[in-house]
């Protein structure tokens, strides 16, 4: 996407709503867009939150990120060898770790004030690397958030077929989602409150899917993208599968399943502090803490877990 089409995106968004938080990511490597720092530039001047998700195999632009205060930069990662990150990511493992190493270089030489997180995709053939992991995030500066991995598209999920990596899934898909479909669920999607966008300009129905679209988000109004959302036939069966509640794998349930299937004995355990922690917040919804604080807790509870 070029820089005018892209600011053309921001101008039209900034008048329909306001944007709490730029992401460059989802489905793309913003590295690969050689405008990113003169994006990075105008979000500073502009006043616009932004945050990069990366698989570091590049760092093009990532200096001008930096220095014009991204809120953070995710380096994602499933593996501390090239084995076990060859089998869940493409890409060159030792290129990826020189990267990262480059990147808390470059943040303390420019005195940047950018959050540097190692976004860890938990499986089942990782859970041995994992402590490696962390202890060069702890060396290095980043926090590390590990999460049990997604499965996407949604479309992928919900009517297969399963590939190699479901296998490798910490929470098989059928028992996964067979233990959320009797939970609650919300009323209407939370997705619906975000706008995802694609290099062609395509509004997405929603971060789950990249070739699920619903219009131009330049030649639709946002209401216009938000009624063909609502309305969208794969939301009902989606809905109806508990899907999002599967994905966010918080669940005490969905947690359980997955510490039981986990491979290292530093893994599982985490894995039941989580419950303890998401059980705790669960009934903490009950006190009236503002919703941003009670999420800042449980961020910072799960950077140093
Ligand atoms: S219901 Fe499912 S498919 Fe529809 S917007 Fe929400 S997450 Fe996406």
Partial sequence: MSFETWKQIIEKAQTEFKIAHLDFNNWGEPTLNKDLPRMAAYCKEHGIH??????LQRTDGLDAVLANGADLIWASCSGWSQETYGKTHEGDFN?????M????EKKRSLNSRTQ?????????????????????????????????????????????PADETAKLLLVPIGEGLDAVKDLPRPKTCPEYSSVHVDANRQAKLCCLTYNLNVGDFLENDIETLDAARQKHPFCTPCMEANALEYLAKTHPKLLWMAAKNATSTDVRLRLLF?????????LGRRIPIPYYIKSRIGMAVKHRL
């Fill in 50 to 55: 932004f945050r990069i998700s990366t698989n």
């Fill in 95 to 99: 290129k990826l770790r020189d990267n």
């Fill in 101 to 104: 190493v480059w990147l808390a």
């Fill in 116 to 160: 540097l997180i190692i976004r860890w995709h938990r499986y089942r053939h990782n859970c041995d690397e994992e402590k490696e992991a962390r202890k060069f995030a702890r060396q290095h500066g980043f926090a590390f958030e590990a999460h049990v991995a997604w499965y996407l598209p949604i479309q992928k999920l919900l009517t297969g």
């Fill in 274 to 282: 989580e419950i303890l922690v998401d059980t705790t917040l669960r």
